[in-house]
């Protein structure tokens, strides 16, 4: 069974400040990752996705990833109010000829003015 | 362009009852993913197809679950009878192709089975 690991939280940050959350996955095989921010009451929406080792960044959000250690973190800079949310980390299984992704329970952020 | 769209948004119903729920994928979008939400397990793939034909039902939770993609803009998620495990939010989602990053959710329909 593939598993994919976060804290559930809550991360409290305060405005302005680095919020960091982090995923870890047991596939070792795993190639593709990405992070979802859900607000309470609707769907996931996906914000970023990674496949190669190292960083990659969007405006305030960047994600890392360290397949050695089976690791991808989120860390978005300059955090807002807005960005209360809870975050899901997802892995990508391209076995069996699909693309089927497995998520965290996910990590609730809460940012306070 | 309209989303993924979802009917009914919330359904209550009574244990035993049969239960249908119901997806539009975005237009053009040729995969589709039924996922359950809950507290306890987090966000789970149920079945997914791919131009209309199942290609993995192995979150299925049991016989009681079913689905069907009858054409390219139409799915249902059916459960019979159902019981009040079954309790949670079911979205389904719509992709390009198989790839993640083209993913979009629906609202979701969310369930409570007494």
């Known amino acids: 069974q593939k598993e994919v690991e976060q804290n559930s939280g809550p991360l409290s940050v305060p405005e302005g400040a680095i919020a960091s959350l982090n995923c870890t996955y047991s596939d070792r095989g795993s190639q593709s990752f990405f992070w979802y921010r859900q607000y309470s009451g609707k769907s996931p929406e996906l914000i970023m996705f990674i496949y190669s080792n190292g960083d990659k960044e969007d405006g305030r959000f960047t994600a890392q990833l360290n397949k050695a250690s089976q690791y991808v973190s989120l860390l978005i800079r300059d955090s807002q109010p807005s960005d209360s949310a809870t975050y899901l980390c997802a892995v990508g299984d391209v076995t069996g000829g699909g693309n089927k992704l497995t998520f965290g329970t996910g990590t609730q952020l809460k940012v306070e003015l | 362009d309209a989303g993924v769209i979802q009917s009914p948004r919330h359904e209550v119903t009574e244990m035993g009852q049969e239960v249908t729920l119901r997806c539009k994928p975005i237009s053009g979008h040729n995969s589709l993913f039924w996922y359950r939400q809950t507290m306890m397990r987090g966000l789970e793939l149920l079945i997914y197809f791919n131009n209309n034909v199942p290609i993995d039902d192995s979150g299925m939770p049991e016989d009681r679950f079913s689905a069907k993609m009858p054409n390219a803009s139409f799915s249902t998620l059916k459960i019979q009878p159902s019981e009040p495990r079954d309790s949670a939010v079911y979205f389904c989602?719509?992709?390009?192709?198989?790839?993640?990053?083209?993913?979009?959710f629906g609202p979701g329909t969310r369930l409570l089975v007494l």
């Open positions: 989602a719509s992709s390009l192709g198989l790839s993640p990053e083209t993913q979009y």
